[in-house]
């Protein structure tokens, strides 16, 4: 069964950064397409940002594009979100999870189970 253990998140002042950790197991990690989703409260969780199983490919959300940067270790299973610039709209619970595309739909969480996710809390 997979596990999601995401870590890296904190309280932070507008214009920081924080580098944001998911480690993954019980699953070929490096077999799967990974992504970045949050959920800010009384809000849907929305994606962020993903990568290709390789590495080799992103794709940002508009609110994420020249401020977050996903990266993956598949040696060591982990997964990455480098996030600069930080804004108060940024506030939100950070979670991973592989990713699927779906067209329209945009990509898609693949996995069920879904870690405790991390905290990023920015204040102005």
């Known amino acids: 069964q997979v596990q999601l253990v995401e870590s890296g998140g904190d309280s932070v002042q507008s214009g920081g950064s924080l580098r944001l950790s998911c480690s993954v197991s019980?699953?070929?990690?490096?077999?799967?397409?990974m992504g970045w989703f949050r959920q800010a409260p009384g809000k849907e969780r929305e994606f962020v940002a993903r990568?290709?199983?390789?590495?080799?490919?992103?794709t940002y959300s508009d609110s994420a594009k020249d401020r977050f940067t996903i990266s993956r270790d598949n040696a060591n299973k982990i997964l990455y979100l480098q996030m600069n610039i930080l804004k108060p709209e940024d506030t939100a619970r950070y979670y991973c999870?592989?990713?699927?595309?779906?067209?329209?739909?945009?990509?898609?969480?693949?996995?069920?189970?879904w870690g405790q996710g991390t905290q990023v809390t920015v204040s102005s």
């Open positions: 999870n592989a990713v699927d595309y779906h067209g329209s739909l945009g990509y898609r969480p693949r996995f069920a189970n």
């Open positions: 990568i290709r199983s390789t590495g080799d490919e992103t």
């Open positions: 019980g699953v070929d990690f490096e077999m799967y397409g």
